[in-house]
């Protein structure tokens, strides 16, 4: 059975990524493996516990197992195995590690203690048996028969104490659940202490008069009216001039052109500049009324 978890577990760390963390797993797990065929279990066990902290892989603590059973230490090889088959439950070491695993178990009912292992759900809670701290779950610990409290801890859940009845006969597994902490209740809402409005007397009653309303605001729409007249013709004397001009100075330029084309632009032009002249005098007229009904309509 050793021979076999070795070569899987030599063939784990040669597959597995993170080049760095692999490579020193796969020299501490040699040295280890070295030691235990030279019967120097100690030094063996402290090179796999090494490799497993490098590289969590679960044959590791197949190898951890071994140590501690050569080392006649029933408790930390039955917690190593047990860690073994929950990470790997379909390991094919499994027959042969239940039978050494009946075996650790008679070694501990002879010795009138039992080992009970506890895990969460959610996993890491603070387990605590009999009021002594064992560290986050999975945790395990040897207990003599009789009852026992376990209680276990998460922050954000709610604690959950259990009390369970040990037999030395056979190891307890022990699955606690926890159920998330509810919210705690808004407080109350505060109390304010509002002053009661006193009481007036009739000496006292104030009679305020209502207020005059503000006169509204003048639109004066002749006012506009009369301006926007003014300034649209303002615009149409100013392009009826500017195509006058342009007309006039067509006919000057010196170009010969025939009969026709030189009185269309003369009467063109004559037409464009009367236009604007009469556009003037009506956008003069129209903005001098509009300033006068400023005056008017604002009073």
């Known amino acids: 059975m050793s021979s076999l978890a070795s070569l899987l577990l030599a063939t784990a760390l040669a597959a597995a990524p993170a080049p760095d963390a692999t490579a020193q797993a796969k020299k501490v797990f040699g040295e280890g493996q070295k030691l235990y065929t030279q019967g120097k279990y100690q030094q063996a066990l402290a090179r796999?516990?090494?490799?497993?902290?490098?590289?969590p892989l679960p044959l590791l603590r197949y190898n951890v197992a071994r140590c501690h059973e050569r080392l006649g230490a029933p408790a930390p090889a039955l917690r190593a195995y047990r860690d073994f088959l929950r990470l790997?439950?379909?390991a094919p070491e499994r027959e042969a590690v239940s039978k050494a695993m009946v075996e650790l178990q008679k070694q501990l009912h002879?010795?009138?203690v039992q080992q009970l292992l506890v895990?969460?759900?959610p996993p890491a809670a603070e387990i605590e048996v009999d009021g002594k701290l064992l560290g986050p779950a999975p945790a395990s610990i040897e207990l003599p028969g009789g009852e026992h409290q376990?209680?276990?801890r998460l922050p954000g859940y709610a604690a959950s104490t259990r009390r369970i009845t040990i037999t030395t006969a056979t190891m307890v597994d022990l699955n606690i659940t926890l159920e998330a902490a509810l919210a705690p209740p808004p407080p109350p809402p505060a109390v304010v202490d509002v002053p009661k409005a006193p009481v007036l007397t009739p000496a006292a009653t104030v009679v305020v008069a209502p207020a005059a309303p503000e006169p509204a605001p003048t639109k004066r729409v002749f006012t506009w009216v009369a301006g926007g007249v003014g300034v649209a013709a303002l615009g149409a004397a100013v392009g009826m001039g500017v195509t006058a001009s342009g007309a006039s100075q067509r006919l000057r330029d010196g170009t010969v052109r025939p009969q026709p084309e030189a009185q269309a632009l003369y009467d063109q032009a004559n037409t464009m500049r009367t236009g604007a002249n009469i556009s003037y005098g009506v956008a003069g007229a129209a903005l001098v009324t509009a300033a006068i009904l400023f005056f008017v309509e604002g009073q």
């Open 88 to 90: 790997s439950p379909k």
């Open 110 to 112: 002879a010795s009138g």
């Open 119 to 121: 895990l969460s759900e």
């Open 150 to 152: 376990v209680t276990a």
């Open 48 to 55: 796999f516990e090494e490799a497993y902290a490098l590289k």
